[in-house]
T-cell receptor, first 111, second 117 residues
Framework: QKEVEQDPGPLSVPEGAIVSLNCTYS??????FMWYRQYSRKGPELLMY????GNKEDGRFTAQVDKSSKYISLFIRDSQPSDSATYLC???????????FGTGTSLTVIP | EPEVTQTPSHQVTQMGQEVILRCVPI?????FYWYRQILGQKVEFLVS????????KSEIFDDQFSVERPDGSNFTLKIRSTKLEDSAMYFC???????????????FGPGTRLTVL
């Protein structure tokens, strides 16, 4: 059941580039949209979450949700080598409900 | 900073054996979760647990799986008779309020890699 689709990459960009990561989903009932970062041999770590549609900005990171298109994005400005990780999108029907994850996009930022 | 811990980091077992994966959630958290990630695939929800009861479970979480909070700090996942397809990374997560507020972050542990031979 392909609830959440995410391009697995890998994605390789030079330091300082703007990175765009995307996910699409099929269940219009999703309300919470999350982006997690996962380093090798570590558990997922929350970067940002958004409730319903709209944009949210946190430092170099911007999350966008377009519920009409069932499409979410994460933008990373001025990318750094330390941003190299796998980025997972996740969604839930409500706070506290199970998360539905994308496959993750592997990002490498080259110094 | 408080964190979720999991032991062991890697477990190797023979098919048909029982395994217990252990997690210590963040101390003031009340809601606990298990997820798994088969190599190259998505992180998948298994089960959520609150007040000594299962709150939600996926179709993956069949009779071979069970969860328990044996004491005030540990949260365990037991697989009774492991199959080859149980080989995966198992993540434990915990949250403070489980969604009773407007948002409740799930904090993930580093995972236990289970290899079934």
């Amino acid at each position: 059941q392909k609830e959440v689709e995410q391009d697995p990459g890998p994605l390789s960009v030079p330091e300082g580039a703007i990175v765009s990561l995307n996910c699409t989903y099929s269940n219009s009932a999703f309300q919470y949209f999350m982006w997690y970062r996962q380093y090798s041999r570590k558990g997922p770590e929350l970067l940002m979450y958004t409730y319903s549609s709209g944009n949210k900005e946190d430092g170099r990171f911007t999350a966008q949700v377009d519920k009409s298109s069932k499409y979410i994005s994460l933008f990373i400005r001025d990318s750094q080598p330390s941003d190299s990780a796998t980025y997972l999108c996740a969604m839930s029907l409500g706070a506290g409900n199970q998360f539905y994850f994308g496959t993750g996009t592997s990002l490498t930022v080259i110094p | 900073e408080p964190e979720v811990t999991q032991t062991p980091s890697h477990q190797v077992t023979q098919m048909g054996q029982e395994v217990i994966l252990r997690c210590v959630p963040i101390s003031n958290h009340l809601y606990f979760y298990w997820y798994r990630q088969i190599l190259g695939q998505k992180v998948e929800f298994l089960v959520s647990f609150y007040n000594n009861e299962i709150s939600e479970k996926s179709e993956i979480f069949d009779d071979q799986f069970s969860v328990e909070r044996p004491d005030g700090s540990n949260f365990t996942l037991k697989i009774r008779s492991t199959k080859l397809e149980d080989s995966a990374m198992y993540f434990c997560a915990s949250s403070e309020a489980g969604g009773t507020g407007p948002w409740d972050e799930q904090f993930f542990g580093p995972g236990t890699r289970l290899t079934v031979l």
